[in-house]
């Protein structure tokens, strides 16, 4: 399988990549979109071919003892084969973004201004274990007009080796340039680093995965980055809560997938409301399996409670574990969440207008839940179709990047002569 | 005047301005204007310190033996300081971003999501000898909503600590925090590599001055950057240029103003026009005092027209200084600006609609401009009221950057109990 462990030399596939992506950001919608049910197809008809891949990375994970969880991350099967195809299909729906007019404007000496959606050119992705990522991001890179550069995890070689030949066979078949999906080589951290370094050739690097990942590529890169993921998410159950939702948005936000960014980790409670509400929710959580971290108010809640120390406030536990406190206001709350929060979403729930008004001003966050679960910070949910990753950075993009945060703008401006 | 050279302690400044940042985030405009104003008549009221200090830097800096073009950039006079205090009122006059809710959508399972625009936080300016970028620049983050940590050149430290001294005065007798204006030490270039480096503590960090400071920013920094200012900007006179309005084009882009980043720097002319349009351009320019370096078309046009060189197609002159050649047709233009280009503004000259289509949508720019002078491509221009700098990068922001490009968003989302 010689060609398809991927490319080594990062600078041509970035070369390659650049050709495709100046005829990418040409091509009308239509063309995409066959390209991208073509993908979808290609996946559906090769499935024993990357099934087998599949196997072959899930026993050489067990084999080298990888965790349980992570091989399950890595493991694919019909169901979400067909997945990713379905995937592809639905992107392939959603409305492209390319030629959008953000801004148009008839300047006061008549000149006609239109500031439109392009796409970026050559997009990197850096990823860990999960092989749905490599049609997801492909298809997303294609349907924005981009060429994109994969640097999967080496665990997932075999699968992602399979996946990217399908693409980019369906995508010739298409007539349509295969090097818009180029897979580089994992077996060594060379082609991350090169990737980090095309400044020039590569316009965007998004990291998708742990924590250290992504503190590796910002400190590296000397192309532009967009931060993803990490969310150290609280939830501030205001002295003005319905406690009966307080509780319910506390198990959701900590418990309806514990290991997304988008969980909860940390609970703060208002000293009005602890008496009532902190032996409640102590109990209800113990009851879902959930350790908690608590000051000295939860501990006398439940001998179940273990101490807390600003370690575990400061830690995203992607798992069902959380730290706890009681605040004496809102502004204990807002100064605690300045400490220890990462900007991803933070939550509060009240009754109060002027509480939330408060919260929503002070708190410097992607996305602010009042009365809602932290978990509703989601491309999907957010209503953009799709998401690339979530942006925890300022810069071009904050919260769920969708089709539109793969573009940038290039603006036309039109004359019959005009000089300055 | 020890208390007036800049702090040397970046982290530190940077902290006391992430303190003032969080205040002015939730400051209502009338208080910023209000603040605007207070700096405008400040800087008015010192005109004698603040000339004073200008001129112990001019003159430091002609004893230095510094170019005479550098000198007059360094130089404030009665015009040039009413001009900084009427550009802080006009932005005062600007409406303000923060609040502006650019997206909001009512979710299919009635969650209320409103995308808001919020301060950045702080910003960092590297920046060269011009000292009315210091009041600018204040100014601009200021009615964003973010603190501001100047570093100016040394060879403008007088004048900078002059009128920052002014700027935080006037902040102070407003009632608004003194850190969100600051001046970081000059004397060393530790406190620009501190600044760069001080991820967490800047949001963002904007070079403004030549091509190896910004090249210096973009490698150094793990502060998000947007990169400013280097424009090779080219004017393409198709076949069916009138080549009346070519040559207006031609001679507006390239002498109005010949040392800024909008000016033309490259002559590309189709071969079918070539003949009529080759003599007359290179006269005129001539006759307006630019140097044409040319190919063999335009070297056979006058004995004063140089050789040409690649090296020419790719330097950003910023003098009355041109490269010039005939190209074969479109395509061969647009090859052109894709080897030699830096993205910023790119013109054509033609009666052609599909050939301004072509055009258009061919060249990776941030600006481009039919039958418009590259000139055009400024933030006052374009209806921005006023800009920061002229982004080349495609990430955040692309072309002129106005107070809305000085913002990030959050993502309010509303729900009654809403739980996933």
């Given at each position: 399988?010689?060609d398809?462990?991927?490319?080594?030399?990062?600078?041509?596939?970035?070369?390659?990549?650049?050709?495709?992506?100046?005829?990418?950001?040409?091509?009308?919608?239509?063309?995409?979109?066959?390209?991208?049910?073509?993908?979808?197809?290609?996946?559906?008809?090769a499935?024993?071919?990357?099934?087998?891949?599949?196997?072959?990375?899930?026993?050489?994970?067990?084999?080298?003892?990888?965790a349980?969880?992570?091989?399950?991350?890595?493991?694919?099967?019909?169901?979400?084969?067909?997945?990713?195809?379905?995937?592809?299909?639905?992107?392939?729906?959603?409305?492209?973004?390319?030629g959008?007019?953000v801004?148009?404007?008839?300047?006061?000496?008549?000149?006609?201004?239109?500031?439109?959606?392009?796409?970026?050119?050559?997009?990197?992705?850096?990823?860990?274990?999960?092989?749905?990522?490599?049609?997801?991001?492909?298809?997303?890179?294609?349907?924005?007009?981009n060429?994109?550069?994969?640097?999967?995890?080496?665990?997932?070689?075999?699968?992602?080796?399979?996946?990217?030949?399908?693409?980019?066979?369906?995508?010739?078949?298409?007539?349509?340039?295969?090097?818009?999906?180029?897979l580089?080589?994992?077996?060594?951290?060379?082609?991350?680093t090169?990737?980090?370094?095309?400044?020039?050739?590569?316009?965007?690097v998004?990291?998708?995965?742990?924590?250290?990942l992504?503190?590796?590529?910002?400190?590296?890169s000397t192309?532009?980055?967009?931060?993803?993921?990490?969310?150290?998410?609280?939830?501030?159950?205001?002295?003005?809560?319905?406690?009966?939702?307080?509780?319910?948005?506390?198990?959701?936000?900590?418990?309806?997938?514990?290991?997304?960014?988008?969980?909860?980790?940390?609970?703060?409670?208002?000293?009005?409301?602890?008496?009532?509400?902190?032996?409640d929710?102590?109990a209800?959580?113990?009851?879902?399996?959930v350790?908690?971290?608590?000051?000295?108010?939860?501990?006398?809640?439940?001998?179940?409670?273990?101490?807390?120390?600003?370690?575990?406030?400061?830690?995203?536990?992607?798992?069902?574990e959380?730290s706890?406190?009681?605040?004496?206001?809102?502004?204990?709350?807002?100064?605690?969440?300045?400490?220890?929060?990462?900007?991803?979403?933070?939550?509060?729930?009240?009754?109060?207008?002027?509480?939330?008004?408060?919260?929503?001003?002070?708190?410097?966050?992607?996305a602010?839940?009042?009365n809602?679960s932290?978990r509703?910070?989601?491309?999907?949910?957010?209503?953009?179709?799709?998401?690339?990753?979530?942006?925890?950075?300022?810069?071009?993009?904050?919260?769920?990047?969708g089709?539109?945060?793969?573009t940038?703008?290039?603006?036309?401006?039109?004359?019959?002569?005009h000089?300055?």
């Amino acid at each position: 399988m010689s060609d398809t462990v991927g490319r080594t030399d990062v600078a041509a596939a970035a070369r390659a990549a650049r050709v495709a992506a100046r005829l990418l950001a040409r091509l009308p919608r239509a063309d995409k979109d066959r390209g991208l049910h073509a993908m979808a197809q290609g996946l559906l008809d090769a499935e024993t071919e990357v099934l087998a891949a599949n196997a072959d990375d899930v026993s050489a994970a067990e084999a080298d003892g990888t965790a349980a969880q992570l091989v399950d991350r890595l493991r694919l099967d019909h169901d979400r084969l067909s997945a990713m195809a379905a995937g592809l299909r639905k992107v392939a729906d959603l409305p492209d973004p390319v030629g959008e007019v953000v801004r148009g404007v008839t300047l006061p000496n008549g000149l006609e201004l239109r500031q439109r959606r392009v796409p970026l050119g050559v997009i990197g992705i850096i990823y860990e274990a999960r092989p749905n990522v490599t049609a997801d991001a492909a298809g997303l890179c294609l349907k924005a007009g981009n060429a994109v550069l994969l640097r999967g995890s080496g665990s997932a070689a075999r699968t992602n080796a399979a996946i990217v030949a399908v693409l980019r066979d369906a995508l010739s078949a298409a007539d349509l340039p295969a090097d818009a999906v180029t897979l580089l080589d994992a077996s060594s951290r060379a082609t991350a680093t090169e990737l980090m370094r095309a400044r020039g050739l590569v316009d965007l690097v998004v990291p998708r995965g742990g924590a250290g990942l992504i503190r590796t590529v910002v400190e590296q890169s000397t192309v532009p980055v967009v931060e993803t993921g990490v969310g150290n998410c609280h939830v501030y159950v205001d002295a003005d809560a319905d406690l009966d939702m307080a509780r319910a948005i506390v198990l959701n936000a900590k418990t309806h997938r514990p290991s997304v960014c988008n969980a909860a980790e940390s609970l703060l409670v208002h000293e009005a409301v602890a008496d009532k509400f902190v032996p409640d929710v102590v109990a209800l959580l113990r009851d879902h399996g959930v350790t908690v971290h608590g000051d000295e108010v939860f501990q006398a809640a439940s001998a179940d409670v273990l101490p807390v120390s600003d370690d575990d406030h400061a830690t995203e536990f992607c798992a069902l574990e959380m730290s706890a406190r009681v605040v004496i206001d809102l502004d204990d709350a807002l100064d605690h969440v300045a400490r220890f929060g990462t900007g991803h979403t933070e939550a509060i729930v009240t009754g109060s207008l002027v509480a939330a008004r408060r919260f929503t001003e002070g708190v410097d966050a992607a996305a602010v839940m009042v009365n809602a679960s932290t978990r509703f910070t989601d491309g999907e949910e957010f209503g953009l179709g799709a998401e690339i990753g979530i942006s925890t950075q300022k810069l071009h993009a904050r919260g769920p990047m969708g089709l539109a945060e793969l573009t940038t703008t290039t603006t036309v401006v039109t004359g019959d002569g005009h000089l300055r």
